[in-house]
């Protein structure tokens, strides 16, 4: 971990911290002690601990947001249903690890409205996905490849939707549903509503 820079070291030591902890329990001084450096260097390179929790779910964790810019910036490229499928299994992966991180925000209802303020000033937040699964169906609307009077804005909210959900209903019983299984039963479910 030495050999690391200090900015990757934190995010590391922030990451273990945010999930064995929650971030509500998780303070700044704790993950610079982790990470071998002072809380000013911290701040150094994170001006806030959302900045930093935007940091770890965004480079620790499934990415989904370049896979989408890409789909929208080309619809009408690969299959729709192999497309819907990935963004599902990523979606997937990404609420299944990011959910022990901020499911502590929801016990201290203060400290939730202030992250909530935080993550709208950093342009974050957990609508983000639903609106980018949206653009990328509207994309694929006017290329045909879903129906003109499909809604892309409640289909969006149903894929990632499932996708937080198993996260979290599942963990109930122990074991969640195989990832590539279920995103590709919810990939077949969402087009089957939406398809020309």
Not at 71 to 85: I, K
Not at 89 to 103: N, T
């Amino acid at each position: 971990m030495e050999n690391k820079p200090a900015r990757v070291r934190v995010l590391d030591a922030a990451h273990e911290l945010m999930l064995t902890v929650g971030l509500a329990r998780t303070t700044t001084k704790e993950i610079a002690r982790a990470a071998g450096c002072s809380e000013a260097a911290l701040y150094k390179y994170f001006p806030s601990k959302e900045d930093l929790f935007v940091r770890v779910l965004t480079e620790r964790l499934p990415r989904l947001t370049p896979l989408l810019a890409e789909l929208v910036a080309e619809p009408g490229r690969g299959e729709l249903l192999a497309n819907l499928t990935e963004i599902a299994r990523r979606a997937a992966l990404f609420y299944e690890q990011s959910f022990p991180i901020a499911a502590s925000l929801y016990a201290e209802p203060q400290l939730k409205r202030r992250h909530d303020e935080a993550m709208r000033e950093l342009g974050a937040g957990p609508h983000l996905p639903i609106r980018s699964v949206e653009a990328y169906l509207r994309a694929e609307q006017g290329v045909g490849r879903v129906r003109a009077d499909a809604d892309p804005f409640a289909a969006a909210s149903l894929l990632v939707g499932a996708c937080a959900q198993r996260a979290f209903a599942w963990e109930v019983e122990g074991a969640r549903p195989d990832t590539d299984d279920f995103a590709a039963r919810v990939a077949r479910t969402v087009l089957a509503g939406i398809a020309p």
